[in-house]
Protein backbone atom coordinates (compact mmCIF):
# COMPACT_ATOMS: atom_id res chain seq x y z
CA UNK A 1 0.00 0.00 0.00
CA UNK A 2 0.93 3.48 -0.91
CA UNK A 3 0.11 6.07 1.69
CA UNK A 4 -0.11 9.83 0.51
CA UNK A 5 -0.70 12.84 2.20
CA UNK A 6 -1.60 16.44 1.01
CA UNK A 7 -2.06 19.18 3.38
CA UNK A 8 -3.70 22.48 2.07
CA UNK A 9 -2.11 25.45 3.51
CA UNK A 10 -5.07 27.53 3.35
CA UNK A 11 -7.24 25.31 5.36
CA UNK A 12 -4.85 23.77 7.25
CA UNK A 13 -7.06 19.80 6.06
CA UNK A 14 -4.34 16.91 5.40
CA UNK A 15 -5.86 14.76 3.38
CA UNK A 16 -4.78 11.00 3.85
CA UNK A 17 -4.75 9.04 0.28
CA UNK A 18 -4.37 5.36 0.99
CA UNK A 19 -3.07 2.97 -2.48
CA UNK A 20 -3.51 -0.32 -2.64
CA UNK A 21 -3.55 -2.66 -5.99
CA UNK A 22 -3.79 0.16 -8.28
CA UNK A 23 -6.64 1.28 -6.52
CA UNK A 24 -7.74 3.99 -4.23
CA UNK A 25 -9.33 2.13 -1.04
CA UNK A 26 -9.47 4.87 1.52
CA UNK A 27 -9.73 8.68 1.26
CA UNK A 28 -9.51 10.14 5.30
CA UNK A 29 -10.01 14.10 5.72
CA UNK A 30 -9.09 15.92 8.95
CA UNK A 31 -11.30 18.17 10.48
CA UNK A 32 -10.17 21.56 11.63
CA UNK A 33 -10.76 24.07 14.17
CA UNK A 34 -10.49 28.21 13.31
CA UNK A 35 -10.01 30.75 15.60
CA UNK A 36 -12.43 33.85 15.28
CA UNK A 37 -11.68 37.29 16.75
CA UNK A 38 -11.76 40.80 16.57
CA UNK A 39 -9.55 43.69 15.46
CA UNK A 40 -9.87 46.96 14.43
CA UNK A 41 -6.56 46.76 11.71
CA UNK A 42 -8.75 48.55 9.36
CA UNK A 43 -10.00 51.24 11.79
CA UNK A 44 -13.32 49.77 13.20
CA UNK A 45 -13.97 47.03 15.22
CA UNK A 46 -14.57 43.45 12.93
CA UNK A 47 -14.66 39.83 13.63
CA UNK A 48 -11.94 38.25 11.49
CA UNK A 49 -11.11 34.53 11.42
CA UNK A 50 -7.95 32.63 11.12
CA UNK A 51 -6.21 29.37 10.77
CA UNK A 52 -5.32 28.13 14.37
CA UNK A 53 -1.77 28.43 13.20
CA UNK A 54 -2.41 32.38 12.30
CA UNK A 55 -2.97 32.05 8.78
CA UNK A 56 -5.42 33.15 6.28
CA UNK A 57 -6.53 35.85 8.67
CA UNK A 58 -9.87 37.15 6.94
CA UNK A 59 -12.46 40.13 7.85
CA UNK A 60 -15.86 38.53 8.10
CA UNK A 61 -17.57 41.64 9.08
CA UNK A 62 -17.42 45.39 7.75
CA UNK A 63 -19.49 47.90 8.87
CA UNK A 64 -19.51 52.05 8.88
CA UNK A 65 -17.27 53.60 11.54
CA UNK A 66 -17.85 54.00 15.23
CA UNK A 67 -19.91 50.64 14.67
CA UNK A 68 -18.31 48.02 17.38
CA UNK A 69 -18.86 43.92 15.87
CA UNK A 70 -17.23 41.90 18.86
CA UNK A 71 -17.56 39.17 21.35
CA UNK A 72 -17.54 36.28 18.71
CA UNK A 73 -19.15 32.89 19.37
CA UNK A 74 -19.22 29.84 17.86
CA UNK A 75 -21.92 27.78 16.87
CA UNK A 76 -21.38 24.03 17.72
CA UNK A 77 -20.96 22.61 14.14
CA UNK A 78 -19.06 25.65 13.11
CA UNK A 79 -21.34 26.86 10.63
CA UNK A 80 -22.25 30.20 12.14
CA UNK A 81 -20.99 32.67 14.63
CA UNK A 82 -23.45 34.97 16.78
CA UNK A 83 -21.60 38.30 17.74
CA UNK A 84 -22.93 41.79 19.35
CA UNK A 85 -22.78 44.66 16.99
CA UNK A 86 -23.83 48.50 17.74
CA UNK A 87 -24.43 48.73 13.65
CA UNK A 88 -28.04 49.55 15.19
CA UNK A 89 -26.90 52.80 17.00
CA UNK A 90 -23.69 53.59 18.82
CA UNK A 91 -25.40 53.02 22.48
CA UNK A 92 -27.69 49.90 21.63
CA UNK A 93 -25.81 46.34 21.40
CA UNK A 94 -27.64 43.91 19.76
CA UNK A 95 -26.78 40.01 19.26
CA UNK A 96 -26.84 38.83 16.07
CA UNK A 97 -25.88 35.51 14.51
CA UNK A 98 -24.15 35.07 10.98
CA UNK A 99 -22.98 32.55 8.90
CA UNK A 100 -19.71 31.37 9.34
CA UNK A 101 -18.29 33.58 6.05
CA UNK A 102 -19.52 36.92 7.41
CA UNK A 103 -22.42 36.07 4.98
CA UNK A 104 -26.77 36.45 6.30
CA UNK A 105 -26.18 38.95 9.49
CA UNK A 106 -29.74 38.69 11.32
CA UNK A 107 -30.35 40.46 14.73
CA UNK A 108 -31.43 38.01 17.46
CA UNK A 109 -32.57 40.41 20.26
CA UNK A 110 -33.88 43.55 18.76
CA UNK A 111 -34.51 45.46 21.82
CA UNK A 112 -33.83 48.62 23.22
CA UNK A 113 -31.31 47.68 26.16
CA UNK A 114 -27.60 46.31 25.64
CA UNK A 115 -27.46 43.32 24.52
CA UNK A 116 -23.46 41.31 24.58
CA UNK A 117 -21.39 38.71 25.08
CA UNK A 118 -23.50 35.77 23.09
CA UNK A 119 -22.53 31.98 24.41
CA UNK A 120 -23.83 29.07 22.32
CA UNK A 121 -25.32 25.82 24.36
CA UNK A 122 -23.23 22.97 23.46
CA UNK A 123 -26.95 21.15 21.30
CA UNK A 124 -26.79 24.54 19.60
CA UNK A 125 -30.25 25.20 20.70
CA UNK A 126 -29.62 28.01 22.95
CA UNK A 127 -27.77 31.42 23.19
CA UNK A 128 -26.92 32.87 26.61
CA UNK A 129 -26.26 36.20 26.51
CA UNK A 130 -25.78 39.30 28.67
CA UNK A 131 -28.40 42.09 29.05
CA UNK A 132 -29.46 45.43 31.02
CA UNK A 133 -32.89 45.46 29.84
CA UNK A 134 -34.24 44.74 33.29
CA UNK A 135 -32.41 47.76 34.88
CA UNK A 136 -28.59 45.83 36.05
CA UNK A 137 -26.35 43.30 33.84
CA UNK A 138 -28.11 40.33 34.14
CA UNK A 139 -27.79 36.66 32.21
CA UNK A 140 -30.09 35.25 29.99
CA UNK A 141 -30.80 32.44 27.55
CA UNK A 142 -32.84 32.46 24.80
CA UNK A 143 -33.77 30.07 21.86
CA UNK A 144 -30.88 30.09 19.01
CA UNK A 145 -32.94 32.48 16.69
CA UNK A 146 -33.63 34.91 19.02
CA UNK A 147 -37.18 33.41 20.85
CA UNK A 148 -38.79 33.22 24.58
CA UNK A 149 -35.52 35.04 26.54
CA UNK A 150 -35.23 34.17 30.24
CA UNK A 151 -33.15 36.26 32.54
CA UNK A 152 -31.67 32.84 34.47
CA UNK A 153 -29.84 35.34 37.35
CA UNK A 154 -32.26 37.73 38.30
CA UNK A 155 -29.94 39.30 41.19
CA UNK A 156 -29.48 43.47 41.72
CA UNK A 157 -25.45 42.46 41.28
CA UNK A 158 -23.57 42.39 37.86
CA UNK A 159 -23.56 39.16 36.32
CA UNK A 160 -22.24 38.73 32.93
CA UNK A 161 -19.35 36.39 30.86
CA UNK A 162 -21.54 33.03 30.59
CA UNK A 163 -19.48 29.89 29.56
CA UNK A 164 -21.18 27.16 29.17
CA UNK A 165 -20.18 23.76 30.28
CA UNK A 166 -19.55 20.72 27.40
CA UNK A 167 -22.41 18.83 28.74
CA UNK A 168 -24.34 21.78 28.95
CA UNK A 169 -25.69 21.30 32.17
CA UNK A 170 -24.12 24.27 33.55
CA UNK A 171 -23.13 28.04 32.97
CA UNK A 172 -19.80 29.54 34.66
CA UNK A 173 -20.28 33.47 35.15
CA UNK A 174 -18.81 36.45 36.68
CA UNK A 175 -20.63 38.39 39.39
CA UNK A 176 -20.02 40.89 42.18
CA UNK A 177 -22.65 39.65 43.89
CA UNK A 178 -20.33 39.34 47.00
CA UNK A 179 -18.44 42.82 46.39
CA UNK A 180 -16.18 42.01 44.02
CA UNK A 181 -15.71 39.98 41.05
CA UNK A 182 -15.96 36.33 41.24
CA UNK A 183 -16.44 33.19 39.09
CA UNK A 184 -19.78 31.24 39.75
CA UNK A 185 -20.89 28.25 38.17
CA UNK A 186 -25.01 27.96 38.23
CA UNK A 187 -27.02 25.27 36.47
CA UNK A 188 -28.11 25.75 33.13
CA UNK A 189 -32.09 26.97 34.49
CA UNK A 190 -30.15 30.07 36.95
CA UNK A 191 -30.40 27.72 39.79
CA UNK A 192 -27.57 26.77 42.82
CA UNK A 193 -25.44 29.73 42.04
CA UNK A 194 -22.09 28.79 43.78
CA UNK A 195 -18.78 30.93 44.14
CA UNK A 196 -15.98 28.96 42.60
CA UNK A 197 -13.04 31.59 43.10
CA UNK A 198 -14.33 33.09 47.05
CA UNK A 199 -10.87 35.40 46.45
CA UNK A 200 -9.97 39.26 47.11
CA UNK A 201 -8.93 39.57 44.06
CA UNK A 202 -10.87 40.41 40.24
CA UNK A 203 -11.22 37.10 39.11
CA UNK A 204 -13.43 36.96 35.58
CA UNK A 205 -13.27 35.27 31.82
CA UNK A 206 -14.02 31.66 32.77
CA UNK A 207 -13.43 29.25 29.67
CA UNK A 208 -14.21 25.84 30.45
CA UNK A 209 -12.02 22.78 29.08
CA UNK A 210 -13.39 20.50 26.27
CA UNK A 211 -13.71 18.05 28.63
CA UNK A 212 -15.94 19.71 31.61
CA UNK A 213 -12.45 19.29 33.90
CA UNK A 214 -10.72 22.70 34.17
CA UNK A 215 -11.95 26.20 33.84
CA UNK A 216 -9.86 29.06 32.33
CA UNK A 217 -9.93 32.25 33.66
CA UNK A 218 -8.29 35.54 34.21
CA UNK A 219 -6.92 36.98 37.92
CA UNK A 220 -4.84 39.51 39.16
CA UNK A 221 -4.43 38.06 42.41
CA UNK A 222 -0.32 38.73 41.61
CA UNK A 223 -0.93 41.99 41.22
CA UNK A 224 -1.76 41.93 37.00
CA UNK A 225 -3.89 40.39 35.12
CA UNK A 226 -2.48 36.91 34.30
CA UNK A 227 -3.93 33.21 32.94
CA UNK A 228 -4.76 30.83 35.51
CA UNK A 229 -6.64 27.39 35.14
CA UNK A 230 -8.53 25.78 38.16
CA UNK A 231 -10.65 22.42 38.38
CA UNK A 232 -14.48 22.51 37.16
CA UNK A 233 -14.82 23.01 41.15
CA UNK A 234 -12.78 25.78 41.81
CA UNK A 235 -10.13 23.74 43.60
CA UNK A 236 -6.17 23.99 42.77
CA UNK A 237 -6.24 27.30 40.79
CA UNK A 238 -2.79 27.34 38.70
CA UNK A 239 -0.98 30.27 37.15
CA UNK A 240 -0.32 29.58 33.72
CA UNK A 241 1.37 32.87 32.47
CA UNK A 242 3.87 35.01 34.63
CA UNK A 243 4.73 38.30 32.97
CA UNK A 244 4.50 42.06 33.84
CA UNK A 245 2.15 42.08 30.42
CA UNK A 246 -1.65 41.79 30.39
CA UNK A 247 -2.57 38.53 29.27
CA UNK A 248 -6.28 37.52 29.86
CA UNK A 249 -9.74 36.36 27.41
CA UNK A 250 -8.57 32.32 26.95
CA UNK A 251 -10.58 30.11 25.10
CA UNK A 252 -9.27 26.41 24.85
CA UNK A 253 -8.44 24.22 21.71
CA UNK A 254 -11.09 22.05 20.54
CA UNK A 255 -8.55 19.11 21.75
CA UNK A 256 -8.01 20.38 25.18
CA UNK A 257 -3.62 20.70 24.15
CA UNK A 258 -3.51 24.72 23.51
CA UNK A 259 -4.91 27.51 24.85
CA UNK A 260 -5.45 30.44 22.77
CA UNK A 261 -5.10 34.43 25.04
CA UNK A 262 -4.71 38.30 24.17
CA UNK A 263 -1.86 40.07 25.55
CA UNK A 264 -0.21 42.91 25.03
CA UNK A 265 3.39 41.12 26.14
CA UNK A 266 5.44 42.62 23.31
CA UNK A 267 5.13 46.09 24.60
CA UNK A 268 2.49 46.95 21.93
CA UNK A 269 -1.39 46.53 21.36
CA UNK A 270 -3.25 43.51 22.23
CA UNK A 271 -2.12 40.49 19.71
CA UNK A 272 -3.46 37.05 19.90
CA UNK A 273 -0.57 34.20 21.06
CA UNK A 274 -1.58 30.14 21.53
CA UNK A 275 0.25 28.33 24.09
CA UNK A 276 -0.01 25.05 25.63
CA UNK A 277 -2.56 23.74 27.96
CA UNK A 278 0.28 23.93 30.95
CA UNK A 279 1.31 27.23 29.64
CA UNK A 280 4.41 26.45 27.82
CA UNK A 281 5.63 27.85 24.31
CA UNK A 282 3.52 30.57 24.18
CA UNK A 283 3.62 31.80 20.45
CA UNK A 284 2.15 34.83 18.98
CA UNK A 285 -0.66 34.76 15.78
CA UNK A 286 -1.32 38.19 15.01
CA UNK A 287 0.89 41.10 14.61
CA UNK A 288 -0.47 44.17 12.84
CA UNK A 289 -0.68 47.62 13.75
CA UNK A 290 -4.21 46.99 15.26
CA UNK A 291 -6.05 45.77 17.93
CA UNK A 292 -6.35 41.91 17.98
CA UNK A 293 -8.35 40.40 21.04
CA UNK A 294 -11.40 38.55 22.28
CA UNK A 295 -10.15 34.93 19.83
CA UNK A 296 -12.69 32.10 20.38
CA UNK A 297 -11.86 28.59 19.29
CA UNK A 298 -13.91 26.30 17.26
CA UNK A 299 -14.68 22.80 17.98
CA UNK A 300 -13.57 20.78 14.65
CA UNK A 301 -15.18 21.42 11.57
CA UNK A 302 -15.35 20.18 8.36
CA UNK A 303 -13.14 22.83 5.81
Known amino acids: MIQLKMTSGDSGTETTINICCKNICSITRVLISKIAFVSDRDGNGEIYVMNADGSNQTQLTNTDVFVLNNAPAWSPDGQKIAFASTRDGIVNSEIYVMNADGSNPINLTNNSAFDSQPAWSPDGQKIAFVSDRD ?64 NSAFDSQPAWSPDGQKIAFVSDRDGIDEIYVMNADGSNPLRLTNNLATDSQPTWSPDGQKIAFASNRDGGLLEIYVMNADGSNPTQLTNTQGLSTQPTWSLFIRP
Open 135 to 198: GVDEIYVMNADGSSPINLTNNSAFDSQPSWSPDGQRIAFVSNRDGIDEIYVMNADGSNPINLTN
